[in-house]
């Protein structure tokens, strides 16, 4: 599936499971990645430091947040009609041309 494919999907999804969700709620979207990504942050270092669980139950929980943050941040974007794939493929576009092997400083990025 396509990111624009689970974005239209989830855009009824939401309307169904949280009719109140609009562009005036993106806040709740936006704040649902940040919780998301402490969680990832929690799994990451408690696999660096060996605890609460073993290498391949935090690996499954880094998975995991990392899943919801891509979600929470397709209900963002449609909350503000935005389209995330076109989003991705043009940051990529520009982000993919960097190259701070040849131009440590600014990786070739024009200014």
């Not at 389209?83 to 520009?94: A, G, M, P």
Request: proline residues 2%; aromatic residues 8%.
């Amino acid at each position: 599936m396509t990111l624009k494919e689970i974005q239209t999907e989830q855009v009824a999804w939401l309307k169904h499971n949280f009719p109140e969700f609009d562009s005036q709620k993106s806040y709740q979207a936006l704040l649902g990645v940040v919780e998301e990504v402490g969680e990832l942050s929690h799994a990451h270092l408690k696999r660096e430091q060996g605890i609460r669980g073993t290498a391949e139950e935090l690996d499954e929980k880094g998975k995991d947040a990392v899943g919801d943050i891509i979600i929470f941040l397709l209900a963002y974007c449609s909350a503000n009609g935005w389209d995330c794939e076109e989003i991705v493929n043009l940051v990529w576009s520009r982000v993919g041309k960097r190259d701070f092997v040849s131009d440590p400083l600014e990786g070739g990025e024009e200014r």
